[in-house]
């Protein structure tokens, strides 16, 4: 179920939300960089960083894109169904 060799059937695509309200408080937090950071290394490379894997289901990242100028985000991630 949870190979990493083996593309999922679902994905989906990520990116940030519309809208100024959002953008101001996103880009404050600089959360579009942190979620990268999160997905891209710390979940997929728990053991290498001396962590525990996370206790939820998460999704694989097929591909996470962040542009520092413009704080901007995208991801490719596995759709993981029956959750909550």
Same mark, same amino acid.
């Given at each position: 179920e949870? $190979? #990493? %060799?083996k593309p999922p059937t679902d994905c989906i695509v990520k990116f940030l939300p519309v809208? %100024?309200? !959002?953008?101001l408080v996103l880009d404050l937090v600089?959360? #579009? !960089?942190a979620e990268v950071l999160?997905?891209?290394y710390l979940c997929r490379d728990h053991e290498k960083y001396g962590?525990? #894997?996370l206790p939820l289901p998460t999704p694989r990242i097929l591909?996470? $894109?962040?542009?520092?100028q413009t704080n901007n985000a995208m991801m490719?991630?596995?759709k993981i169904n029956h959750t909550l």
């Open positions: 949870n $190979d #990493p %060799l809208g %100024l309200e !959002k953008r600089e959360l #579009p !960089k999160c997905y891209f962590m525990s #894997p591909y996470a $894109d962040y542009c520092q490719i991630m596995e």
